[in-house]
């Protein structure tokens, strides 16, 4: 997975975002003031408006210029907390393509990743575009041999973007103070987290790897319904809260739903 292939997931995010405003919002109005929808379009629209004006060169900084731009046009809860987790999820990706270099420059050889070292060429892998099949395959050498910035050459695997979840979701619950079962997105995204780091070790293809994600997602967002909030807006209503879906679990669903889109296959 590649930059272009994070673009392609954050936009299609946006494009998913837009098409259930309206219903992420019903489910806002139910136990909340009724603006997570319009909370994230504004926010994933800017996001766009962000990508497209400045193209990031590394998977690691798509995402981050991602979470800065939802921190900065979003108001509620949820822009900081997503945002957070995009800035988390991009700094890791960015710290594990760094250390993937610096192990290779002991070496001067890539054995795995069948890269051309110097020259910034990689050799297609097999599959889907912008997936590597080995776990080597990352930023090139720049000229002269020297390790060069070369995001675009960046590959990230599915063990990468796993930890970078994992990064994300302790941010976030380190930010809003939530667990598990407390009614909120920390209940789709920690599921669905726990069943990408399964997969990328089971070694599944990505589009395997992100249907057991996205079923995750699913089946924590379902398990949202019958639970008191106790965190966020909705918490206010106590028991009140029961019997509706979180909006903020349900936009995580909507998170993988597009991860899972962006893989084809
Ligand atoms: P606001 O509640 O400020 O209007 P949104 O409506 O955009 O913000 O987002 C609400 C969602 O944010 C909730 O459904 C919940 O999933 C999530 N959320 C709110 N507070 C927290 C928290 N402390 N930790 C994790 N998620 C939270
Ligand atoms: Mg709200
Ligand atoms: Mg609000």
């Given amino acids: 997975m590649n930059a272009q292939f994070f673009t392609a ?9 837009t098409a259930d405003r309206d219903r992420l919002t019903a489910l806002d109005a139910a136990i909340g ?3 997570h929808g319009t909370n994230l379009d504004r926010g994933f629209t800017a996001v766009r408006e962000a990508l497209s004006a400045s193209s990031p060169a590394g998977p690691g900084a798509v995402l981050i210029l991602t979470g800065t ?6 108001g509620g809860a949820s822009g900081p907390l997503y945002g957070t987790a995009y800035r988390h999820m991009g700094t890791t990706l960015t710290a594990r393509a760094a250390q993937a270099v610096a192990g290779r420059a002991g070496t001067g050889l890539d054995s795995t990743s069948g890269a ?5 060429i990689e050799a297609p892998g097999p599959g ?8 080597g395959a990352r930023d090139e050498a720049g000229p002269g041999g020297a390790p060069g910035d070369g995001d675009h050459m960046v590959m990230v695997t599915l063990a990468d973007l796993a930890a970078a979840f994992e990064a994300g979701l302790a941010a976030v619950c380190e930010l809003g103070g939530a667990a598990e079962g407390d009614k909120t997105m920390v209940d789709a995204l920690a599921p ?6 399964e997969a990328a070790r089971a070694g599944l293809k990505p589009e395997d790897a992100f249907d057991a994600a996205l079923a995750a997602a699913r089946a924590g967002a379902r398990a949202t319904i019958p639970l008191q909030a106790r965190k966020g807006r909705a918490s206010y209503l106590g028991e009140r809260s029961a019997g509706h879906e979180d909006p903020g679990a349900a936009s995580t669903v909507l998170l993988f739903t597009a991860l899972r889109t962006v893989a084809g296959g």
Avoid: C
């Avoid at 051309?116 to 910034?120: H, M, N, S």
């Avoid at 889907?128 to 776990?135: C, K």
């Avoid at 669905?192 to 780091?197: K, N, V």
């Fill in 9 to 17: 997931w954050v936009e299609e995010t946006a494009r998913t975002i």
């Fill in 33 to 35: 003031d009724a603006d």
């Fill in 69 to 74: 731009t939802l921190i900065r046009k979003v």
């Fill in 116 to 120: 051309v070292p110097g020259t910034g």
């Fill in 128 to 135: 889907t575009a912008g997936f590597t099949g080995t776990a």
């Fill in 192 to 197: 669905a987290t726990r069943a990408l780091a």
